[in-house]
């Protein structure tokens, strides 16, 4: 079945540590984003893709680093210049259509600072 | 960046009653989508309405778009204990840069 991606759903990292979470995609999808999602809060863009080796900060990019070498994998680095990790983080996907239409979700991965 | 904002934060109802979820923004926007959460799950589409539309259904889901007040609503009818989880709206101001979200409302269907 086509769908997204992430890995792990639950990664616990100690402070000054860095750490990657993987988003894959076999929907064929054009554009990729991540969004960071504390309690009782919404969700808040950090990074985006539109094409593969391109992407754009979001509102809260800070912290993050992303990669885009393949269409289907846009994986998410939590370095330790982030202040306040734990989270709950989402990966989305849509077709390009010069503009934003539905979004597709991954399961989302967990981290938890120690 | 534009934002939306739910209203009521939380609802409890009674299974078999309609519930009723507002949005609004700040800013103009090319369509809004509705999002459901389950708890410790991803979010799933729910319905997209365009900016040049007024309101739109699918099955038990209601949605209506007021551009002019910059709100939309989503009314679900004849709710179920499956209907449990929080609900999100989300703009598009028409690039393909992503959605804004709002905070959500918290449904409780109570059996």
């Known amino acids: 079945d086509g769908g997204i991606t992430q890995s792990p759903k639950y990664l616990f990292r100690k402070e000054g540590q860095n750490v990657t979470l993987s988003c894959e995609q076999n929907?064929?999808?054009?554009?990729m984003y991540w969004y960071r999602q504390d309690p009782g809060q919404g969700l808040r863009l950090i990074y985006y893709?539109?094409?593969?080796?391109?992407?754009q900060k979001g509102d809260i990019a800070e912290g993050y680093s992303v990669s885009r070498e393949k269409k289907e994998s846009f994986p998410l680095t939590v370095t330790s210049a982030q202040k306040n990790p734990t989270a709950f983080y989402l990966c989305?996907?849509?077709?390009?259509?010069?503009?934003?239409?539905?979004?597709?979700f991954g399961e989302g991965s967990r981290l938890t600072v120690l | 960046s534009q934002q939306g904002e739910e209203d009521p934060q939380a609802l409890s109802i009674q299974e078999g009653e309609n519930a009723t979820m507002n949005c609004s923004y700040k800013?103009?926007?090319?369509?809004l989508q509705w999002y459901r959460q389950n708890s410790g799950r991803g979010l799933v589409h729910l319905i997209l309405?365009?900016?040049?539309?007024r309101e739109k259904h699918s099955g038990r889901l209601r949605v209506t778009l007021d551009t002019s007040k910059k709100s939309s609503s989503l009314l679900i009818t004849a709710s179920r204990a499956a209907d449990t989880a929080s609900y999100f709206c989300?703009?598009?101001?028409?690039?393909?840069?992503?959605?804004?979200f709002g905070k959500g409302t918290h449904l409780i269907i109570q059996p």
């Open positions: 989305a996907s849509s077709i390009v259509e010069g503009k934003t239409g539905e979004l597709f």
């Open positions: 800013t103009s926007i090319n369509n």
């Open positions: 893709s539109q094409i593969v080796n391109d992407f």
């Open positions: 989300a703009t598009s101001g028409g690039g393909a840069d992503g959605l804004t």
């Open positions: 929907l064929n999808h054009d554009a």
């Open positions: 309405i365009r900016s040049n539309e």
